[in-house]
Nanobody, 125 residues
Framework: VQLQASGGGLVQAGGSLRLSCTASVPTFTNYRMAWFRQAPGKEREFVATISRTGGNTRYTHSVEGRFTISRDNAKNTMYLQMNSLKPEDTAVYYC???????????????????WGQGTQVTVSS
């Protein structure tokens, strides 16, 4: 399994970015996917997750109403549309994947089996 994240960059506060994560798996719809982020000097934290069909999503409170997670199962790709960006959103963003039929939670790093390499998002004030 390989995950390739892209789309990060430098943007001013209030701006937008769209992150993408493409997974090399045989059956993409067998997997739940998520975004995490890690700011300098901080722990990696959960951002958003999406179910295998895309019908169920969940967000950390600080991004609700500003970020939208989605997936295109025909392209084996997940997205994170980030609007109204704030300087505190600055972090390396990681995509993660796990078997959708596995029991357990979905907001902890331990809930995911494979990780992408990360893409840097920097929001200037």
């Amino acid at each position: 399994v390989q995950l390739q994240a892209s789309g990060g960059g430098l943007v001013q506060a209030g701006g937008s970015l769209r992150l993408s994560c493409t997974a090399s798996v045989p059956t993409f719809t067998n997997y739940r996917m998520a975004w995490f982020r890690q700011a300098p000097g901080k722990e990696r934290e959960f951002v958003a997750t999406i179910s295998r069909t895309g019908g169920n999503t969940r967000y950390t409170h600080s991004v609700e109403g500003r970020f939208t997670i989605s997936r295109d199962n025909a392209k084996n790709t997940m997205y994170l549309q980030m609007n109204s960006l704030k300087p505190e959103d600055t972090a390396v963003y990681y995509c993660a994947i796990r078997n959708a039929f596995r029991n357990g939670g979905y907001i902890s790093q331990d809930d995911y089996d494979y990780w992408g390499q990360g893409t840097q998002v920097t929001v200037s004030s």
